[in-house]
């Protein structure tokens, strides 16, 4: 110890024995895990990648944090089974026997989880840990779960390290229907994710938005990063207008923001204003 803090070279063994005590205790319930069949061996494919579906060389090949794992009782034990990283792997799979005390609270179930998964909160050497989401647990349709029964009743669940529920893109050209809706997102790369979202938005509400925002237009706000920069003419970097539209002002656009949070699963209160931009022939908005 050094100033009350440890070392850096204290700290990385403390973080690796750490690491070693979690897989020492999943091993310890590997050993109790029976034969039971996963029930959920048919439905892994619509949300996990495979290897080569990465082909950027300069980052991981996997959704880091990502973890698709199924959850359900058997011979009167607690299974999980899991694919990490959100990436399919025949031999890559994690087994284990929860305890059955974990079903006591919320809190003792997201303690044995995330112990058995093998992940922690601090991921890399972010200097605002304090700032980080705490863990998402989703049912298959983008639904975040709060229960121990409520896993139990989904069985297979999305466990999201970052918190906020994405759609997997699985692979370039995958088409997902949205259950409930006539929405598609259509995979178009997979690092970075990036969707097409068909049926979106029909023509008729396109020229409704351009009809609403006519008489809005102002020019383009840029806000100053720096003090440097607070007396630099903002049509230096931009010169496109813009409007925003309250959702109040047509039901329409109340339609549209039940879309938003349809898709993106984000209650409607985070929405921002419809905003509409204009870029006449030789207007920008430069970085």
Request: proline share 5%; with cysteine; aromatic share 8%.
């Amino acid at each position: 110890r050094k100033t009350g803090k440890y070392c850096m070279p204290h700290l990385a063994l403390i973080q690796m024995l750490r690491r070693a005590a979690a897989s020492l205790v999943l091993v310890g319930h590997l050993g109790l895990a029976s034969p039971a069949e996963s029930p959920c061996q048919d439905r892994y494919a619509a949300w996990l990648s495979r290897a080569e579906v990465f082909e950027r060389h300069d980052e991981p090949k996997e959704l880091q944090g990502l973890h698709v794992a199924c959850v359900w009782r058997s011979s009167g034990e607690l299974h999980l089974e899991a694919q990490l990283n959100g990436v399919w792997s025949p031999v890559g799979w994690l087994r284990a026997v929860l305890p059955e005390k974990s079903l006591e609270s919320w809190t003792d179930f997201r303690k044995e989880l995330q112990l058995a998964l093998l992940f922690r909160k601090e991921t890399n050497n972010w200097g605002y840990l304090h700032l980080k989401q705490n863990f998402g647990i989703f049912s298959e349709l983008g639904t975040r779960l709060a229960s121990a029964e409520e896993v139990l009743e989904a069985q297979l669940v999305l466990v999201v390290e970052g918190g906020q529920w994405f759609w997997p893109p699985v692979e370039i050209g995958y088409m997902r229907s949205l259950p409930g809706t006539s929405l598609q997102l259509e995979t178009i790369s997979v690092q970075p994710v990036v969707f097409r979202v068909r049926g979106f938005l029909k023509d008729q509400e396109c020229s409704k938005i351009i009809e609403l925002g006519q008489d809005k237009m102002v020019a383009s706000p840029v806000t100053p990063m720096t003090s440097a920069w607070k007396d630099t003419d903002v049509s230096d970097f931009r010169t496109s207008t813009q409007a925003r539209i309250p959702t109040e002002e047509h039901e329409m656009l109340q339609d549209i923001d039940e879309r938003v949070a349809t898709l993106t699963r984000v209650p409607m209160r985070h929405n921002e204003e419809v905003q509409v931009l204009r870029y006449e022939k030789t207007q920008f908005y430069s970085a």
